[in-house]
T-cell receptor, first 113, second 116 residues
Framework: AQSVTQLGSHVSVSEGALVLLRCNYS??????LFWYVQYPNQGLQLLLK??????LVKGINGFEAEFKKSETSFHLTKPSAHMSDAAEYFC???????????FGAGTTVTVRA | DTAVSQTPKYLVTQMGNDKSIKCEQN?????MYWYKQDSKKFLKIMFS???????INETVPNRFSPKSPDKAHLNLHINSLELGDSAVYFC???????????????FGPGTRLTVL
């Protein structure tokens, strides 16, 4: 079975500062990894995903994440935070033969002016 | 032209009642899901249907019964509602694309269920 741990339930950054959200996974087989964003009172929207190939993945809204197998990590970054980045971010994992997506507990991002 | 839609958006009801939430997707996907998000925002899969066949059935009370009349619809019926059923319920859909090893799940806007 696979699982995800998101370090830090709440991250506060200044506008223009680096955003770093941490995600570590546990999986007995090669994982597929996802980052989703949830804006207030809305559903989840895919930011980016890693399946195979290039370990640095670029997503929407200037976000990117790097898959590091040796560290079992898939941290999400954005060089310069914008007020519109305030939201809940979820890391998720699944495997190629499993429909089930396992989510982390989420990280709330607030952006200070 | 909403991809995954759910009705209703809000549902307030008394304990003991029976209620249904409907989900429809117009993406042509063959797999649909129900997730529950609790008050701490933790998301957990409940059910999944692939081509109208139940493929994921997590440890969920029997009071919850999914129904998929066709590939584009997945409804959730809840009997004898309890206070602990209060949550946001999300529908999602996905498909396996030829040549792609994985699929992306697209989520609906959610249904906020409040049981009084």
């Amino acid at each position: 079975a696979q699982s995800v741990t998101q370090l830090g339930s709440h991250v506060s950054v200044s506008e223009g500062a680096l955003v770093l959200l941490r995600c570590n996974y546990s999986s007995s087989v090669p994982p597929y990894l996802f980052w989703y964003v949830q804006y207030p009172n809305q559903g989840l929207q895919l930011l980016l995903k890693y399946t195979t190939g290039a370990t640095l993945v670029k997503g929407i809204n200037g976000f990117e994440a790097e898959f590091k197998k040796s560290e079992t990590s898939f941290h999400l970054t954005k060089p310069s935070a914008h007020m519109s980045d305030a939201a809940e971010y979820f890391c998720a994992v699944r495997t190629s033969n499993d429909y089930k997506l396992s989510f982390g507990a989420g990280t709330t991002v607030t952006v200070r002016a | 032209d909403t991809a995954v839609s759910q009705t209703p958006k809000y549902l307030v009801t008394q304990m003991g009642n029976d209620k249904s939430i409907k989900c429809e997707q117009n993406l042509g996907h063959d797999t649909m899901y129900w997730y529950k998000q609790d008050s701490k925002k933790f998301l957990k899969i409940m059910f999944s249907y692939n081509n109208k066949e139940l493929i994921i059935n997590e440890t969920v009370p029997n009071r919850f019964s999914p129904k998929s009349p066709d590939k584009a619809h997945l409804n959730l019926h809840i009997n004898s509602l309890e206070l602990g059923d209060s949550a946001v319920y999300f529908c999602a859909s996905s498909t396996r694309l030829a040549g792609e090893l994985t699929d992306t799940q697209y989520f609906g806007p959610g249904t906020r269920l409040t049981v009084l």
